[in-house]
């Protein structure tokens, strides 16, 4: 079975392969554009995408966003993370952590799939 990813991120694609390679299931990357909502849930931006590809007729894809949620700064850049690596980078976010001794930070990802079962 082949499922695509639609990412920008190619990297992505390969984690995908990595995690779903030993069930038989081959990733095929696929820029395929759709409106990703701005809001600061990485459910809801999986959420809004999966309603706006199932809409196209889209069969057997994946997507998935994710982001660094730093604690000393109430969870940014969160599901900004790209946007703010792109824009003022590390040096950016070390500057607002400026005098900061907690540090610490998760990484979170959310993903949602949707494909036909196929005898």
């Known amino acids: 079975m082949k499922l695509k990813v639609i990412t ?3 990297g ?3 984690e995908f392969q990595e995690m779903f390679g030993d069930l038989g299931i081959e990733m095929e990357h696929a820029k395929i554009p759709y409106d990703e909502v701005q809001t600061s ?3 809801e931006v999986v959420e809004k995408g ?3 590809l199932r809409a196209t007729g889209l069969r057997d894809f994946i997507i998935d966003d994710s982001g660094m949620f730093v604690d ?3 969870g940014f850049p969160g599901v900004y993370s790209a946007y703010v690596q792109k824009t003022v980078g590390n040096d950016g976010v070390l ?5 900061v001794e907690d540090r610490r930070a998760v990484f979170n990802a959310a993903s949602d799939a949707i494909w036909a079962v196929r005898p």
Do not use: C, Q, R
């Open 8 to 10: 920008s991120n190619p």
């Open 12 to 14: 992505k694609v390969a």
């Open 41 to 43: 849930e990485l459910e």
């Open 50 to 52: 999966m309603e706006a």
């Open 72 to 74: 000393a700064l109430k």
């Open 95 to 99: 500057t607002l952590m400026e005098g």
